[in-house]
């Protein structure tokens, strides 16, 4: 009933950046809270970023001040502009929501399949 879409990700320098998106669709009334999260390999899935319906934002330490999580809520999507790239930034990155149905049904925890993001020299 709900799909989550990332995009964006690619091979980029330390110092580059990119913007991943992620598009939510089906038969969706709204959605509340959005994140991103990543999961480099041989280490488990990290949180990112979390924006509100209402356009607040929290970000993890090692991303704070580099990445910028915002959302279009007349898409249905969010974004994670990532600055000052590092190759420890290198993972998937995931997206996941709240979504709120049509039936006004609710659900949690929803993912997408990812986008794969490597920074590298």
């Known amino acids: 009933q709900v799909q989550l879409v990332e995009s964006g990700g690619g091979l980029v320098q330390p110092g580059g950046s990119l913007r991943l998106s992620c598009a939510a669709s089906?038969?969706?009334?709204?959605?509340?809270?959005m994140g991103w999260y990543r999961q480099a390999l041989g280490k488990e899935r990290e949180w990112v970023a979390t924006?509100?319906?209402?356009?607040?934002?929290n970000y993890a330490d090692s991303v704070k001040g580099r990445f910028t999580i915002s959302r279009d809520n007349a898409k249905n999507t969010i974004y994670l502009q990532m600055n000052s790239l590092k190759p420890e930034d290198t993972a998937v990155y995931y997206c996941?929501?709240?979504?709120?149905?049509?039936?006004?049904?609710?659900?949690?925890?929803?993912w997408g399949q990812g986008t794969q993001v490597t920074v590298s020299s």
């Open positions: 996941s929501a709240t979504v709120i149905l049509t039936t006004r049904a609710t659900v949690a925890g929803s």
């Open positions: 924006i509100t319906n209402g356009g607040n934002s």
């Open positions: 089906g038969s969706i009334f709204s959605i509340n809270d």
